[in-house]
């Protein structure tokens, strides 16, 4: 957090916003970022997919001389007994292992504590994390806790450690967050809850399995959740100013899989060739916004869960279409170029102007969500948080996000005043409740 008294707290707590100003630290920032991405080149995992993959990937934790594996999971998960793809292939090999199944949504550093614990008294030499982006962050930074000798609360930041982190393993259980492909890991404060992120390319995992038969148990609403967190980190990638020929590949073969499969997942859990091209859109969309960034959509939607307790990817879906339509006249070619090219607009349509096809990509990004029944509803929305939503979301654009458009908080104010104005409107907003029962 920045000193009370330093230029851009002084703009933050400004009530009449000097936006020059704010532009200012943010472009600079957003130059210093693609510096950055441009300079330290950024490793990729190893990637397998398809009904065989978790014996792959045990494999190679094998064959790079693992013997002693901590397995990092949730309670839930370890109850249905998903870990036991990795355990039962780790006893045939007589590989020995523990597993930590206490990893909560939205770990706190107590919890990254545990289980640092338990593998350093283990002495275990490789993690696997089995799970949703909770699991691996927490694994992310269990790895490099162990692996730097220190607590986790000294990696918070950019570039913090020194030494690379015991070998890293993911196993995504969701199509949502691409955290096993990116350089990033989130955790909570223990009393706050407030929180602090940790970015370090010796923190993207070795290798990663997509393996649709894991998949095909998420119930329908945790589908289309995290279905529209992979479609908002591809969007927001493709339109970042730092955008480039290498993630705008990433971005678009993502929101192409999204588009096309994340109903037909949604409809039918049991299709196996929708959840393997979900897991992969996943991936793909970590890799893309590893280097272009996020936006608006995430840096609302963080404050909306942590003010309402909204999941974070059915958060990014009530936001992303506002944020979609404040960056139409910025971003309106590349919209257009991009419904183009994933096929979203018929041939037919393509010679329609730019400014017709954005439109229609917005349209279909609407009714994507609606039609995967995520209710665009905030339950419980007061005037009162706008301040410190609007505070908190503008920082986090400016400190890390390179956007097409920026806005100072009165526009943002703008966003959360629609989205409680159509919540206000909606008599029913349980939608969710009854599709997803």
């Known amino acids: 957090m920045p000193a009370t008294n330093s230029p851009l707290a002084k703009l933050m707590n400004n009530d009449k916003l000097q936006h020059a100003g ?5 472009k600079t920032r957003a130059k210093a970022l693609k510096v950055f991405s441009h300079l330290i080149p950024l490793p990729r995992p190893l990637l397998f ?10 494999d190679m934790v094998i064959n790079e001389g693992g013997t ?3 397995i990092v999971t949730d309670a839930v998960l370890n109850k249905l007994g998903i870990p036991a793809k990795v355990t039962d292939y780790l006893d045939q090999h007589n590989i020995r292992y523990q597993v930590y199944d206490g990893i909560t949504p939205d770990p706190t550093f107590a919890v990254v ?3 640092l614990s338990q593998t350093v008294n283990a002495k275990c030499d490789a993690i696997i994390a089995i799970g949703g982006g909770s699991v691996i962050d927490a694994a992310k930074m269990i790895a490099m806790s162990q692996g730097n000798n220190c607590k986790p609360q000294k990696l918070i930041g950019i570039l913090k450690a020194r030494k690379k982190g015991v070998p890293l393993y993911c196993i995504p259980t969701t199509a949502g967050t691409g ?8 955790v909570s404060d223990n009393d706050t809850h407030q929180k602090a992120l940790s970015i370090d390319p010796k923190m993207i995992p070795l290798a990663a399995a997509i393996d649709p038969v894991i998949m095909k148990g998420m119930p329908k609403h945790i589908t289309a959740d995290t279905g529209i967190d992979v479609l908002t980190h591809a969007l927001e990638a493709w339109m970042s100013a730092n955008a480039s020929v290498e993630t705008d590949y990433y971005a678009a073969s993502a929101t192409k899989a999204v588009m096309q499969y994340l109903p037909i997942a949604y409809e039918n859990g049991e299709d196996l060739q929708a959840r393997e091209e979900m897991g992969i859109a996943a991936h793909y969309g970590g890799i893309a916004f590893n280097k272009a960034g996020l936006g608006y959509v995430h840096a609302i939607a963080h404050q909306l869960g942590a003010h309402y307790s909204i999941p974070h990817g059915r958060a990014n879906a009530i936001v992303l279409p506002y944020v979609l339509e404040v960056n139409r006249k910025g971003s309106e070619k590349r919209l257009a170029k991009l419904a183009r090219k994933t096929g979203i607009v018929e041939s037919a ?21 609606e039609t995967v029944g995520i209710d665009p509803t905030v339950k419980g929305m007061k005037k009162t948080d706008y301040d410190d939503i609007a505070k908190a979301a503008a920082k986090e654009v400016s400190d890390t996000y390179a956007v097409p458009t920026y806005m100072p908080p009165v526009g943002i104010k703008k966003i959360l005043q629609k989205i409680q104005t159509a919540s206000e409107d909606r008599p029913n907003n349980d939608t969710q409740d009854k599709k997803s029962a």
């Open 22 to 26: 704010y532009l200012a630290v943010a």
């Open 49 to 58: 997919v398809g009904e065989d993959a978790c014996n792959e990937l045990c």
């Open 68 to 70: 002693n594996v901590f």
């Open 113 to 115: 504590e545990e289980g």
């Open 179 to 186: 955290s096993e492909a990116t350089l990033g890991a989130v």
């Open 349 to 369: 349509q393509a010679t329609k102007t730019d400014k017709e096809l954005a439109n229609y990509f917005i349209e279909q990004v609407r009714e994507l969500i």
